[in-house]
């Protein structure tokens, strides 16, 4: 059995793994400042980003990466109540150290202004990519937490290739970018939105509390959705449960 402080490393190395490459792709290559270009290459830099720390560390802790998909898998009991606060620091902090090592970087640039590059940050209104209003976010928000949340307690089945698995949540990732960039700069992950705001602060920080609430709203639906299809198991002392469809 892999024990929790390893698995919060593994967490923390993941998430700042998503964060500095994803993020990294926004503000290196100049998307941040030019609203609508790069979409495509963004969504598959936090898609493959996730599919290769997915197939690299799945094993040593879940690979979650993202305190919706924890609060997902614990609403549907396939994942222990008591490890919960730590793994979402243990996100937050790799989140963070993934930020800081990306505006270190970023600063190498001459004339590069963290705050006028919006780094990455997630916003709706004016700090929205193409100007979308509270509503549009609320619901991009909601609905593609649920699915990414769905997509990864699915793949969690009894029967599911570990082969497939890092990819088709990698690609889940990536297509949920490509919708939900122009509208929020990308976000479904509380900690990914939280290391950008924390550097951007203002405007990042005041709108910060919507991309916690509606991704964490998406993301228990789901739990409590898959919960009700599939039983609730119980879940083992190692933070196994039975899978749908067969015991653990």
């Known amino acids: 059995m892999i024990s929790l402080g390893r698995r919060l490393v593994v967490e923390g ?45 799945e094993r040593l802790s879940g690979a979650h990466f993202n305190p919706v998909v924890t609060v997902g898998f ?27 090592l990306l505006a270190y970087v970023a600063s190498g640039r ?12 997630n916003g709706f209104g004016d700090h929205s990519p193409s100007d979308y209003q509270f509503h549009s976010v609320v619901v991009i928000e909601l609905v593609m937490s649920f699915a990414l949340v769905m997509a990864n307690l699915l793949m969690s089945r009894r029967g599911a290739s570990r082969s497939v698995t890092p990819f088709v949540k990698g690609g889940c990732l990536a297509l949920i970018y490509l919708v939900a960039l122009p509208v929020t700069n990308g976000a479904v992950n509380p900690a990914r939105s939280t290391g950008p705001a924390l550097f951007v602060g203002d405007w990042a920080l005041d709108q910060l509390w ?10 228990i639906a789901a739990g409590a ?15 196994a449960a039975a899978k749908c469809g067969g015991a653990a």
């Open 110 to 121: 001459p004339g590069f202004d963290l705050a006028a590059s919006e780094f990455g940050a």
């Open 13 to 57: 190395v993941g998430t700042a793994w998503l964060v500095f490459v994803g993020c990294g792709s926004i503000v290196l290559n100049g998307a941040a400042s030019q609203p609508g270009y790069g979409v495509l290459e963004v969504a598959l830099a936090f898609g493959l980003a996730l599919a290769t720390a997915t197939y690299a560390l």
């Open 210 to 219: 919507l991309f916690w609430a509606a991704p964490m709203a998406g993301g």
């Open 225 to 239: 959705l898959h919960a009700l299809l599939c039983g609730k198991p119980q879940v083992s002392r190692g933070g």
């Open 74 to 100: 614990a609403v549907a009991n396939r994942f222990p109540i008591r490890d919960l606060v730590p793994y979402i620091a243990a996100q937050i902090l790799g989140a963070v150290a993934g930020t800081a």
